[in-house]
C-alpha cells in the first residue's frame, strides 16, 4: 500500500523516526518534510504549506502526521479527498515543561486536542507519555470559562495507543563487537541529548563537578542537537573541563556518532522531559551504562530488574552512582552487557511488524 508522511520538524527523534519507518516498512512511504526550526509556527503554519506543496492525496492509502502540525487545518483545506490519518505524537504541549520565563500559549495544547480528534488513529512514543496526556487532558479543559467539551478525553482515547519508536541499530547482532571495556583510561561520560532547557543540563555538569571534587577523573563527549544558539552551560564547561572534553558539538556522520556511543562508559541524563529517550537507548544499546532519574519514560524503558541499579532518587544520588561507577567501572561489565542486550526490542527490526499492522489496520477504517 501507499502513504503519504508529513514531518514539519523534520529533525531530532522526529526524523529518525520517520527515516526509519519509511525504511523498514514494507509498504510504500513518501516522505514530506519542513526543517526543524521554529516549532510554533510549524504548528500555526505547516498545513498551509503542505496542502498546496503535496501530491493529490486521493493517491494514497493513508497519512501520517506527527504532533507538530494541526491536522485538522490539513483535513479542513483538502477534505474529501483525504484518506485514514494516524497521528503520531512525540511530545504534547498539554505537559511539555516551559522555558525560564516562558509563559504558556494554552493554543498549542489545543491544536493537539483538534489534531488528534481530526485523525482516524493516535499513537504515543510510550505508555508513561499516554498517561501523561489523558492525566492532564481533563484539568485542561476546565480552564474554558464556560461550554467545557469534556467529551473529547473520550473520544480521543478509544482511538489512541502506545507504540514505542524504532531504534535505528542491529535487532540481533551484536553492537558491541570490537569495542571491549575500556580499562586503562577514565571512563568516557557521554550526553547525547538536545542542548536545551528541557534537558536540563546544569544538573548534569553540577554533578561532573561534584565527581571532580572527589578527585575522581572521566572525560566527556558533549554530543547531540542544537537547534538554537548555544546554551551557556555547554560554553562553560567546555572551559571547565578543558582535556577532559574530547568531543564538543552535534557529530553529523552517524557511523562516528555511533562509534562515539560504542567508545563510551556511561551516559547519563537529568531531563525534565522525556517522553521515549532514543539517545539513551542508543547509548545503552551501544555499550554506555545509563544513569537515569526515576522517573518520565526511564522505568518504562529500563527492565525492572536494574532499577536499583541504573536509576536515581535525586541529584545527590546521581552522584553517589556515578562516584561508585567511575571508581569501579570495570566490576560493570556484566551490567553492561545485559542492558545493551535488553535495548534489543527497540529495534525497528523487532517493531516494524506492529507498525506496518497499524497501517494496514489504518486503511480499512472507512471500508
Given at each position: 500500500m501507499?502513504?503519504?508522511?508529513?514531518?514539519?520538524?523534520?529533525?531530532?527523534?522526529?526524523?529518525?523516526?520517520?527515516?526509519?519507518?519509511?525504511?523498514?516498512?514494507?509498504h510504500?512511504?513518501?516522505?514530506?518534510?519542513?526543517?526543524?526550526?521554529?516549532?510554533?509556527?510549524?504548528?500555526?503554519?505547516?498545513?498551509?504549506?503542505?496542502?498546496k506543496k503535496?501530491?493529490?492525496?486521493?493517491?494514497?492509502?493513508?497519512?501520517?502526521?506527527?504532533?507538530?502540525?494541526?491536522?485538522?487545518?490539513?483535513?479542513?483545506?483538502?477534505?474529501?479527498?483525504?484518506?485514514?490519518?494516524?497521528?503520531?505524537?512525540?511530545?504534547?504541549?498539554?505537559?511539555?515543561?516551559?522555558?525560564?520565563?516562558?509563559?504558556?500559549?494554552?493554543?498549542?495544547?489545543?491544536?493537539?486536542?483538534?489534531?488528534?480528534?481530526?485523525?482516524?488513529?493516535?499513537l504515543f512514543?510510550?505508555?508513561?507519555?499516554?498517561?501523561?496526556?489523558?492525566?492532564?487532558?481533563?484539568?485542561?479543559?476546565?480552564?474554558?470559562?464556560?461550554?467545557?467539551?469534556?467529551?473529547?478525553?473520550?473520544?480521543?482515547?478509544?482511538?489512541?495507543?502506545?507504540?514505542?519508536?524504532?531504534?535505528?541499530?542491529?535487532?540481533?547482532?551484536?553492537?558491541?563487537?570490537?569495542?571491549?571495556?575500556?580499562?586503562?583510561?577514565?571512563?568516557?561520560?557521554?550526553?547525547?541529548?538536545?542542548?536545551?532547557?528541557?534537558?536540563?543540563?546544569?544538573?548534569?555538569?553540577?554533578?561532573?563537578?561534584?565527581?571532580?571534587?572527589?578527585?575522581?577523573?572521566?572525560?566527556?563527549?558533549?554530543?547531540?542537537?542544537?537547534?538554537?544558539?548555544?546554551?551557556?552551560?555547554?560554553?562553560?564547561?567546555?572551559?571547565?573541563?578543558?582535556?577532559?572534553?574530547?568531543?564538543?558539538?552535534?557529530?553529523?556522520?552517524?557511523?562516528?556518532?555511533?562509534?562515539?556511543?560504542?567508545?563510551?562508559?556511561?551516559?547519563?541524563?537529568?531531563?525534565?522531559?522525556?517522553?521515549f529517550?532514543?539517545?539513551?537507548?542508543?547509548?545503552?544499546?551501544?555499550?554506555?551504562?545509563?544513569?537515569?532519574?526515576?522517573?518520565?519514560?526511564?522505568?518504562?524503558?529500563?527492565?525492572?530488574?536494574?532499577?536499583?541499579?541504573?536509576?536515581?532518587?535525586?541529584?545527590?544520588?546521581?552522584?553517589?552512582?556515578?562516584?561508585?561507577?567511575?571508581?569501579?567501572?570495570?566490576?560493570?561489565?556484566?551490567?553492561?552487557?545485559?542492558?545493551?542486550?535488553?535495548?534489543?526490542?527497540?529495534?525497528?527490526?523487532?517493531?516494524?511488524?506492529?507498525?506496518?499492522?497499524?497501517?494496514?489496520?489504518?486503511?480499512?477504517?472507512?471500508?
Amino acid at each position: 500500500m501507499k502513504f503519504i508522511f508529513l514531518e514539519p520538524f523534520f529533525g531530532g527523534s522526529h526524523r529518525n523516526f520517520a527515516e526509519g519507518l519509511i525504511s523498514h516498512s514494507k509498504h510504500e512511504i513518501d516522505l514530506y518534510t519542513l526543517p526543524a526550526r521554529f516549532w510554533k509556527w510549524r504548528m500555526r503554519g505547516a498545513a498551509l504549506y503542505f496542502a498546496k506543496k503535496i501530491p493529490p492525496l486521493e493517491n494514497y492509502d493513508g497519512l501520517i502526521a506527527t504532533d507538530l502540525m494541526s491536522l485538522s487545518d490539513l483535513k479542513a483545506l483538502c477534505s474529501p479527498s483525504c484518506p485514514p490519518s494516524l497521528v503520531y505524537f512525540h511530545e504534547n504541549q498539554l505537559t511539555y515543561p516551559l522555558a525560564p520565563g516562558e509563559a504558556r500559549d494554552f493554543q498549542f495544547g489545543f491544536t493537539d486536542i483538534t489534531t488528534a480528534l481530526a485523525a482516524d488513529r493516535v499513537l504515543f512514543n510510550s505508555q508513561t507519555h499516554f498517561d501523561a496526556f489523558f492525566s492532564s487532558l481533563p484539568g485542561f479543559l476546565t480552564m474554558m470559562p464556560e461550554y467545557e467539551p469534556k467529551w473529547v478525553v473520550d473520544a480521543i482515547r478509544q482511538k489512541a495507543g502506545a507504540l514505542h519508536p524504532g531504534c535505528q541499530f542491529p535487532a540481533k547482532q551484536s553492537v558491541l563487537a570490537g569495542f571491549p571495556l575500556q580499562k586503562d583510561t577514565p571512563p568516557l561520560i557521554i550526553w547525547n541529548h538536545r542542548w536545551e532547557f528541557d534537558k536540563n543540563p546544569a544538573d548534569f555538569f553540577d554533578a561532573l563537578d561534584a565527581i571532580l571534587e572527589q578527585n575522581l577523573d572521566f572525560r566527556l563527549a558533549l554530543l547531540g542537537e542544537n537547534f538554537q544558539m548555544v546554551p551557556k552551560e555547554f560554553i562553560a564547561a567546555r572551559q571547565r573541563y578543558g582535556r577532559r572534553v574530547v568531543h564538543y558539538g552535534h557529530e553529523d556522520s552517524r557511523e562516528k556518532y555511533c562509534e562515539w556511543l560504542r567508545l563510551g562508559s556511561i551516559v547519563i541524563s537529568t531531563a525534565k522531559q522525556e517522553n521515549f529517550g532514543i539517545s539513551v537507548v542508543e547509548a545503552v544499546r551501544h555499550g554506555c551504562i545509563p544513569l537515569l532519574p526515576n522517573r518520565l519514560s526511564y522505568p518504562e524503558i529500563i527492565p525492572h530488574d536494574y532499577h536499583a541499579d541504573v536509576l536515581y532518587q535525586d541529584q545527590a544520588d546521581l552522584v553517589d552512582k556515578l562516584a561508585l561507577l567511575i571508581s569501579n567501572y570495570a566490576r560493570f561489565e556484566t551490567l553492561r552487557q545485559n542492558l545493551a542486550e535488553a535495548m534489543e526490542r527497540f529495534a525497528w527490526g523487532n517493531l516494524i511488524d506492529q507498525y506496518d499492522d497499524e497501517l494496514e489496520k489504518l486503511t480499512r477504517i472507512n471500508s
